[in-house]
């Protein structure tokens, strides 16, 4: 009886949350309820390689060496490190990090066109001409918390910020706030909707009860007016303030006038919301203090400096029976060779594409497979902090249909007497097309694209630039790569050994151009060798 009544309370209950709740809300119950099966999304937890698996088996660690010191290279390291491999890194440039490459005052680059440049940035200030914003999922934030890297707040959307359209059939060469952007926006599309729904088009797809809902909603999403005035949308302020509320009879200057419906549409500045609507883009987003490279000089510290030769350029890679040798050319200019159980390449693949090597002509032909993407910025120090003072920007980023593509704020240092935008981020041709100038003349551009957005502080409070092309810069050739298909056999192939050698980077990965793409492509790397360790 006990048993009866049990099962007649739990079906009530089901009962009254599927009345409450709908079939969703029904089936979550079930499936907590142990009736349902609930499909579980979450990846498998990575378990990194511990020491005492040797001590358990009787096996030791093996040697491995990593050619490349970036993101993967170096977490390739310090995971099979901990577990006591003895792993070695050869880099080819005088630091960790690769494209993670924060710019400071006397970092120096020399790009494969021969032009020279070194930054002036004052003390304190710098770009982060690599990677500069870290979503929440992502596991970089997991090692930054391993490392001890500390994290603040990196302001990706800013209501403040602009959208800047030159090109548009519409309000063409008006900065526009992103929150004014937005009101119209938002206004013009529930005036239509909350019209349409009102006058029957919807009544297919929904009750009246339904309708009504929809309208309420409409009506607080867009800020319109109700139906006696046929749903307008008017503005609100929303749209901002042209002056502030204040004291007393200050009651504040609503931003107008409204563009039109027309000329909203034509404009394209509502393209622009989808950026922030990404998985990867969605507030909140990090930064580590001081700039992205504390994360590989953390990394690099774990690791031990003496476990990593910098100035070491791979020639060779020739697979063994009993492991593989890597030649390489050593920052004084000699060659040396030195042998490892396994080698981890984890450089860009068509820097890898040329390094000789018997690994056969299916692995030269999947390295050749991805192709290079074009990228640029160039930091821009100003003598003051004009954006914060007399445009209330703190951070953002303000989208363009120029060849700037986009114009990045600060996220560090607010109310300090200095200060370093990103005057560009582009990719593909404009990006090609800046990095074919000299330094100067690629500031010049840049600058003459900036005073149509901020006027002629944006030239005049100018006081020390840096520009990276990493399509041209040595030994990484590009802002990363993209692949015709993952599907196919050249991706399959890399990420599978080649004999004793191995493949690692965000190009391995469905995250390319993260960090944490790095980062999964390493933890992968480092199970696959470790597994194969313990079963010998």
């Known amino acids: ?22 079939a969703g809300v029904l089936y979550s119950a079930m499936g907590a309820l142990g009736l349902a099966p609930v499909p579980d999304v979450r990846a498998a937890e990575y378990r990194a390689p511990r020491g005492s698996d040797f001590a358990l088996s009787g096996r030791s660690g093996k040697k491995v060496l990593v050619l490349g010191g970036g993101i993967a290279g170096l977490a390739t390291a310090y995971e099979l490190g901990k577990a006591g491999y003895d792993c070695r890194i050869l880099e080819a440039k005088d630091r960790p990090g690769g494209r993670n490459w924060t710019v400071r005052g006397g970092t120096s680059l020399t790009d494969l066109d021969g032009r020279a440049q070194t930054a002036s940035f004052s003390k304190g200030q710098y770009m982060n001409a690599g ?37 548009s059939a519409a309000l063409a060469g008006q900065p526009m706030r992103w929150r004014t952007a937005k009101a119209d926006v938002y206004g013009y599309v529930s005036e239509l909707l909350a019209k349409a729904t009102d006058q029957g088009a919807l009544d297919a797809e929904l009750t009246a009860a339904d309708k009504e809902r929809l309208i309420a ?8 007016k109700g139906k006696a005035d046929g749903y307008a949308y008017t503005g609100s302020d929303r749209r901002g303030y042209a002056v502030e509320p204040g004291a007393a009879f200050e009651a504040g200057t609503v931003l107008g006038p409204v563009p039109t419906l027309s000329d909203v549409i034509a404009s394209g500045v509502g393209q622009r919301f989808t950026f922030e609507f990404g998985y990867d883009q969605a507030m909140l987003m990090f930064q580590p203090v001081g700039g992205m490279d504390a994360i590989p000089y953390a990394l690099a510290k774990a690791i031990g400096p003496d476990r990593i030769t910098y100035g070491a350029e791979a020639l060779e890679v020739t697979d063994l029976a009993d492991g593989a040798d890597v030649t390489y050319r050593d920052a004084q200019g000699r060659i040396r060779t030195r ?25 030269t032909a999947a390295l050749k497979y991805p192709t290079a993407t074009p990228v640029g910025k160039i930091g821009l120090e100003y003598g003051s902090r004009w954006w914060e003072t007399d445009e209330h920007i703190y951070g953002g980023i303000t989208p363009t249909d120029t060849d700037l593509a986009t ?17 560009y981020y582009n990719f593909g041709a404009d990006a090609l097309s800046y990095s074919a100038l000299p330094h100067q003349e690629r500031l010049a551009r840049a600058v003459s694209r900036g005073v149509k957005i901020h006027g002629e502080k944006y030239r005049t409070e100018l006081a020390h630039s840096f520009s990276v092309a ?40 469905h995250v390319i151009a993260w960090q944490h793409g790095a980062f999964s492509s390493a933890r992968k790397v480092v199970t ?9």
């Open 1 to 22: 009886m006990a048993a009866e009544r049990s099962t007649a309370s739990r079906r009530n209950f089901l009962r009254s949350v599927g009345v409450a709740g709908g």
């Open 131 to 167: 990677p500069a914003r870290l979503p929440q999922s992502h596991v970089t934030l997991e090692y930054c918390r391993e490392l001890d890297v500390p994290i603040e707040v990196f302001t990706n959307q800013n209501a403040n910020a602009y959208i800047y359209h030159e090109k």
């Open 217 to 224: 909603f409409l009506r607080n999403f867009g800020a319109i």
């Open 339 to 363: 042998h490892a159980d396994f080698v981890v390449a984890a450089v860009p693949p068509m820097v890898m594409a040329r390094i000789k090597h018997n690994l056969g002509a299916d692995v």
């Open 407 to 423: 114009i990045w704020y600060p996220s560090y240092g607010y109310h300090g007497s200095r200060g370093t935008l990103i005057g």
């Open 470 to 509: 990493w399509h041209r810069t040595p030994y990484i050739e590009g802002g990363w790569v993209g692949w015709a298909s993952q599907n196919g056999p050249e991706y399959k192939r890399l990420n599978q050994p080649a004999g004793h050698v191995y493949f690692a980077g965000d190009w391995l990965s």
């Open 528 to 536: 696959d060798i470790h597994e194969r360790v313990m079963a010998a």
